[in-house]
C-alpha cells in the first residue's frame, strides 16, 4: 500500500472512530428512538419509532456498529398525529430494505440521537425465547431449584393441602406456580401448557434434548416436553376420583411476600369446575397424542384422564358451579372465574377427536362450533380459548375434517386477519389492541392475538399476517413508549422490578430472566393513582404494582410461543 493511501486510510479511520465515539455518547438507553432491543429478522420488516419533533431534519442512518460504516441513509418522513391509545406524534422510520446480518444503531445524525444497538439474523429472537421457556424451570412448585444459578431455593410447599374447610387432605404437590405468587390454578396452567405444547405440535424440529438448563436435559427427551410435563403430572394430581378437576390450591388469603419455602400460610384445595376440567380434558390429550412418540404409558395415562374428564363433562351439561368459580366467602386472591364454559368444552372435543378419532368427540365439536361464533370475538386468553379449539380443528388430517366447517372457520379467520391489519393502522405502534383492551395483562391479550395471526398465516400464507406478528414482537421487545423490552432479563432495557415475590425476596432488581409482565392496564389503579391519561401508557417498572407488573405463566407462555416461531430459523434452514 502506497504511504499516501495508508494516510489517507489512516485519517477515514480516525474520522470514522471519532463520529463513533461520538455516537456512542448519545444516550440511547432513554431514547426516543425506539427500536426492537433484540432486532430484527433480515427478512422482515424493519422500523424505529421517533416520539420526538424532527422538524427541518432530512435523513437518519443505519449504522453498523461493528465497523461504524453507515450502511442505510433514509429520509425522515411525515409526522403521525397522536392517537387515542398512545397519545403522541411520531414518525416511523423504515429500514426493511438492510437485510445484511450484524449489530446496528439507528442516527439521526443532525441532533445527535440514537436508537439502542440491535441485531439483524436469523436466530435473533433465540435469547428470549430461551430464557422465556427457562423462566417455567424457576415457577416449578415442590422441588428444589438448583441449576448453578444464583436462582436457586429449596423445596417448597410440599405438604398436603387440605380440601377447603375439610379435615381431609391430599397430595397436590409440584406443578408451576402462577405468578408473584404461589397459588396454582388448574385453568392457567392448561392454558399455559397449550402454548407451548402448540409450539412443539407446529414445529418439533426444533426441539431436541440439552436446549434447557434444567435437570432433565441428557434424557433424551425434547427439554420443552420435560418441562411440560413437570406441569402436566400435577395437573394430573388435580383430577378428583370422579373425573372432574379441582379449580385451584391456594392459601386463603394474602398475608405477606415471602420465598417460596418460607410460605407459613396452609393451602386449600377448592372445588371442582367446569372450565377447569374441560381445559385439562383438552390439554391432556393434546399432550397425550405428543407424548406418544417419547413416553407411551405417560401418553395413556393422560388419554385415560382426559377421557374421564369428558365423560364426567357429559353427565353434567351446565357450567358448574353455577355461573363459574366464585372464591368462597373469606377468601381472596386468584379466581380465574369464568361464567362461560362453553368455549373449553369446544376445546376438548377437538383435541379429544384429535387424538381417538372417535366420532362422538366430532359431533359435538359439529353441533356447538357456530355458537361461538359473535360479531366481535373475544381475544385468545386465559379465559377464551375458542382461539385454540377453532385452529386445532384446522389442523387435523383433512380426511377427518368436516368440509363445511372448515371453510367457516377458514372465512372466518381472513376476516378477523383483515380485521386485525386495520385496527394496526389507528395507532403509531402498529399493535393491534384498541384502546379497551388495556385491561390486567394486555400484553397477554397482544400475544393471543399474535397467536391467532401466526395461525391465519398458517392457514393463508399471506405474508402480511406474519409481519402484523412481527410487530407485535416488536412492541413487546421495546418499540414501545417505555423503550424497554416487557420482560424480564434482556439487559439494560428490560423489566428490572417485576412482582415476583420469589426473585425481589431473594435478588431485588435482579429478576429470574424470560417472564412476560401484564403490561398497560388503565382498568386498574394501585392506590388510586392513574400513571397515565394514554391506555398504552398506564403502566410502570414498579415491584409493588402487580396490577402492570406482576409476571404469569399465561404471560409468558404466549410469548414461549411466538418467540418460538420465529427462533432458531438457523436450525431450520439446516435441515
Ligand atoms: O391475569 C389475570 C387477569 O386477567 C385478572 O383480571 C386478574 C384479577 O383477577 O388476575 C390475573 O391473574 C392473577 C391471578 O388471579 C393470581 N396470580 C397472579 C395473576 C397475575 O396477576
Ligand atoms: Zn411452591
Known amino acids: 500500500m502506497s504511504t499516501i493511501k495508508l494516510l489517507v486510510s489512516t485519517i477515514v479511520l480516525?474520522?470514522?472512530?471519532?463520529?463513533?465515539?461520538?455516537i456512542n455518547d448519545f444516550p440511547a438507553?432513554?431514547?426516543?428512538?425506539?427500536?426492537?432491543?433484540?432486532?430484527?429478522l433480515p427478512s422482515g420488516l424493519k422500523s424505529a419509532i421517533v416520539t420526538k419533533s424532527l422538524s427541518g431534519v432530512e435523513f437518519f442512518e443505519i449504522v453498523n456498529t461493528e465497523n461504524n460504516e453507515i450502511v442505510y441513509t433514509g429520509q425522515i418522513p411525515e409526522i403521525e398525529p397522536a392517537d387515542a391509545v398512545f397519545g403522541e406524534p411520531a414518525y416511523k422510520l423504515d429500514f426493511s430494505n438492510v437485510s445484511g446480518s450484524g449489530t446496528y444503531k439507528v442516527l439521526i445524525p443532525k441532533i445527535r440521537l440514537s436508537s439502542v444497538e440491535f441485531q439483524i439474523?436469523?436466530?435473533?429472537?433465540?435469547?428470549?425465547?430461551?430464557?422465556?421457556?427457562?423462566?417455567?424451570?424457576?415457577?416449578?412448585?415442590?422441588?428444589?431449584i438448583d441449576n448453578g444459578t444464583s436462582w436457586s431455593h429449596s423445596a417448597c410447599h410440599l405438604d398436603d393441602a387440605s380440601f377447603f374447610d375439610t379435615n381431609k387432605e391430599k397430595d397436590v404437590s409440584g406443578g408451576w406456580h402462577d405468578a408473584g405468587d404461589y397459588g396454582k390454578y388448574s385453568v392457567n396452567t392448561s392454558v399455559s401448557l397449550a402454548f407451548i405444547l402448540y409450539l412443539y405440535d407446529h414445529q418439533k424440529y426444533k426441539f431436541k434434548d440439552g436446549q434447557l438448563n434444567i435437570p432433565e436435559n441428557g434424557n433424551s427427551v425434547p427439554d420443552l416436553l420435560d418441562e411440560s410435563k413437570?406441569?402436566?403430572?400435577?395437573?394430573?394430581?388435580?383430577?378428583?376420583?370422579?373425573?372432574?378437576?379441582y379449580h385451584k390450591v391456594q392459601k386463603k388469603k394474602w398475608t405477606g411476600e415471602y420465598l417460596p419455602q418460607d410460605d407459613p400460610d396452609a393451602r386449600y384445595i377448592y372445588e371442582v369446575s367446569s372450565t377447569a376440567t374441560a381445559g385439562f380434558a383438552a390439554v391432556s390429550a393434546l399432550a397425550s397424542r405428543i407424548f406418544k412418540e417419547f413416553n407411551p404409558k405417560f401418553a395413556d395415562s393422560l388419554k385415560t384422564a382426559s377421557e374421564r374428564a369428558w365423560d364426567f363433562l357429559e353427565k353434567k351439561p351446565n357450567i358448574f358451579p353455577e355461573n363459574g368459580f366464585k372464591n368462597?366467602?373469606?377468601?381472596?386472591?386468584?379466581?380465574?372465574?369464568?361464567?362461560n364454559d362453553s368455549d373449553e368444552r369446544l376445546w376438548a372435543s377437538v383435541e379429544l377427536y384429535r387424538l381417538t378419532k372417535n366420532e362422538k368427540y366430532h359431533t359435538y365439536f359439529l353441533d356447538n362450533y357456530k355458537k361461538l361464533h359473535g360479531p366481535t370475538p373475544p381475544p385468545l386468553s386465559w379465559k377464551n380459548v375458542k382461539e385454540f379449539a377453532?385452529?386445532?380443528?384446522?389442523n387435523i388430517e383433512n380426511a377427518y375434517k368436516d368440509n363445511e366447517a372448515t371453510n367457516f372457520i377458514t372465512e372466518k379467520y381472513k376476516r378477523y386477519g383483515?380485521?386485525?391489519?386495520?385496527?394496526?393502522?389507528?395507532?403509531?405502534?402498529?399493535?393491534?389492541?384498541?384502546?379497551?383492551?388495556?385491561?390486567?395483562?394486555s400484553n397477554s391479550v397482544l400475544l393471543g392475538y399474535c397467536f391467532s395471526l401466526i395461525q391465519i398465516y398458517e392457514i393463508t400464507q399471506d405474508e402480511s399476517f406474519k409481519n402484523l406478528a412481527l410487530e407485535q414482537l416488536n412492541y413487546l421487545l421495546g418499540r414501545n413508549p417505555f423503550g424497554f423490552a416487557y420482560l424480564t432479563g434482556l439487559g439494560k432495557n428490560s423489566i428490572r422490578q417485576p412482582y415476583h415475590q420469589f426473585s425481589n425476596e431473594l435478588n431485588s432488581f435482579l429478576p429470574v430472566p424470560g417472564m412476560v409482565v401484564g403490561g398497560p392496564n388503565s382498568k386498574n389503579k394501585l392506590n388510586g393513582i392513574s400513571l397515565s391519561e394514554y391506555p398504552g401508557k398506564a403502566f410502570e417498572d414498579n415491584h409493588k404494582n402487580?396490577?402492570?407488573?406482576?409476571?404469569?405463566?399465561?404471560?409468558?407462555?404466549?410469548?414461549?410461543?411466538?418467540?418460538?416461531?420465529f427462533s432458531f430459523k438457523a436450525i431450520k434452514n439446516n435441515n
Do not use: H
Not at 438507553?29 to 432486532?39: A, F, H, T, Y
Not at 413437570?230 to 372432574?244: D, F, P, R, T, V
Not at 377453532?390 to 384446522?394: C, D, I, N, P, R
Not at 402487580?546 to 416461531?565: C, D, H, L, R
Open 14 to 22: 480516525l474520522v470514522i472512530a471519532c463520529s463513533g465515539k461520538k
Open 29 to 40: 438507553q432513554k431514547s426516543p428512538v425506539k427500536v426492537n432491543i433484540e432486532g430484527y
Open 121 to 144: 439474523s436469523n436466530d435473533v429472537y433465540n435469547r428470549a425465547f430461551q430464557t422465556s421457556l427457562e423462566s417455567f424451570y424457576y415457577q416449578r412448585c415442590g422441588t428444589k
Open 230 to 245: 413437570w406441569a402436566l403430572k400435577w395437573l394430573l394430581k388435580m383430577q378428583s376420583e370422579n373425573g372432574g378437576v
Open 328 to 339: 368462597p366467602e373469606g377468601v381472596k386472591g386468584g379466581e380465574y372465574g369464568d361464567s
Open 390 to 394: 377453532y385452529f386445532s380443528y384446522l
Open 418 to 441: 383483515a380485521e386485525l391489519l386495520r385496527r394496526s393502522e389507528n395507532n403509531n405502534y402498529r399493535i393491534v389492541l384498541d384502546k379497551d383492551e388495556f385491561y390486567w395483562g
Open 546 to 565: 402487580y396490577m402492570v407488573n406482576e409476571v404469569a405463566i399465561n404471560y409468558t407462555a404466549p410469548f414461549v410461543f411466538v418467540s418460538g416461531y
